[in-house]
């Protein structure tokens, strides 16, 4: 799914750019993307260390991204605030296809820009 065909753009373009910085190694990037709130647990060497442990089986790099679900119903983001705008899915594969995981995302808006609140790695 492109972030453009999902119901919440935003969220799906946020999601995929953290993703995409994320599978590059640019834990800078992925860094400046966090809420300030979330920003005070997940140093850039955190970020790496998650998606190097949850990624630490496969045999190959990744190669591809692909945003799986992204929703705004408050049924599926419990920890939903005044700021919530959504939560998006993004499935990560290895070269080939072999493996697959995930990171999801609650974003928010904060001070007029989007930000991610919250990362659950691996898939389900």
Partial sequence: MQPSDSANPPVARLAM????????GDWKA???MLAPSLRDDLQPED?????QQMTS???EP???????H???EASVCPRRGDSDIGW???AIYSQGGSCQEAVAVRVVREHSREAIAEVIWGRP
């Fill in 17 to 24: 750019a953290f993703a995409e910085a994320l599978v590059r």
């Fill in 30 to 32: 992925a860094y400046e």
């Fill in 47 to 51: 970020l790496q260390f998650n998606y």
């Fill in 57 to 59: 089986y496969w045999e």
């Fill in 62 to 68: 990744s190669d591809s991204i692909d945003v799986a």
């Fill in 70 to 72: 992204v929703d705004d």
């Fill in 88 to 90: 998006a899915y993004v």
